[in-house]
């Protein structure tokens, strides 16, 4: 008779359970760490800072989101919507373009400025914080959410509900950078068909997208412009296309299905 010690099977058991966890990552994704409130939405930007011996950069969406719009930032200034896109170098921010357009001591704080005693007060640190303690950031991030309606996900802001009560007041145009354009009159609130039997039907919104996008964010890169043009699944905007290029990135996120399927189901 064949002896099979505790060690064998022990060790098949263990043998199993990688196979099945391996399976399952390959089919259903690995499960990611759900970043902190104050993380959601953060971007970090090493193009070359760390070729240049420096930290890459942090940018957190949460504190310029609640002063200017997404359009501002990602039409007028120019930033790709990809982390890393833009490829900004220090000379693009010294001759006033990208995170220059703005940190220049006069709209926001400059890399360099001069206190009031004379002396240089270097603010590299505030933007090169990645994976840096105890550095003296001005806003902190949950005294400003106390006064924020709350949300479920993301970082816990319901955005909207904030501009609609006026808790966020939203800049739309840079002095030098931005051009004046007329305002357009916002389409109709769009109805999506839900493919999930008893799930509720998308309210699509331009209204609401449009106080913080503008319309050229979406059209015609993302969306086209006539409506049904552009077919796409659940499964794409989980990996990062059309609605999901914001959402589950910086906007809240794909897990809060009721964000957008708004429909009662009767």
């Known amino acids: ?40 939405g953060a971007v970090v930007i090493n193009n070359f800072s760390a070729k240049n011996r420096m930290r890459p950069v942090v940018f ?6 609640a002063k200017h719009t997404c359009r501002l930032c990602h039409v007028d ?5 990809r982390a890393g896109g833009t490829e900004i170098t220090e000379d ?11 940190h220049n001591g006069t709209v926001a704080f400059a890399p360099k400025e001069t206190s009031a005693k004379g002396e240089t007060v270097e ?3 505030r933007c090169h914080s990645y994976r840096k303690e105890g ?23 319901d955005w909207l509900k904030a501009e609609d009560e006026g808790r966020v007041k939203l800049v739309d145009y840079l002095e030098g950078v931005s051009i004046r354009r007329q305002k357009l009159k916002n389409p109709e609130d769009i109805e999506i068909s839900a493919k999930e039997t008893g ?20 059209h015609p ?45 009767f």
């Open 1 to 40: 008779m064949r002896i099979v010690t505790k060690g064998y099977i022990l060790g098949a058991c263990l043998l199993v359970f990688f196979l099945v966890t391996a399976a399952y990552a390959a089919t259903y994704g690995a499960k990611k760490r759900r970043p902190k409130p104050h993380e959601y």
């Open 60 to 65: 957190p969406h949460w504190i310029h989101r």
């Open 77 to 81: 200034i120019g930033f790709a919507m």
């Open 92 to 102: 693009d921010n010294k001759a006033g373009l990208y995170c220059g357009a703005c």
């Open 123 to 125: 603010n590299c640190d």
């Open 135 to 157: 550095i003296p950031f001005k806003n902190d991030f949950y005294e400003f959410k106390k006064g924020m309606p709350q949300g479920r996900f993301g970082n816990g802001i």
């Open 199 to 218: 799930m509720p039907d998308i309210i699509f919104s331009h209204r609401k997208h449009a106080i913080w996008n503008g319309c050229e964010l979406c």
């Open 221 to 265: 890169e993302i969306f086209g412009v006539n409506r049904g043009e552009v077919k796409y699944t659940m499964q794409d905007i989980f990996d990062g296309k059309f609605c999901g290029a914001c959402h589950d990135i910086v906007a809240f996120p794909n897990s809060d299905c009721q964000g957008c399927h708004t429909k009662p189901v």
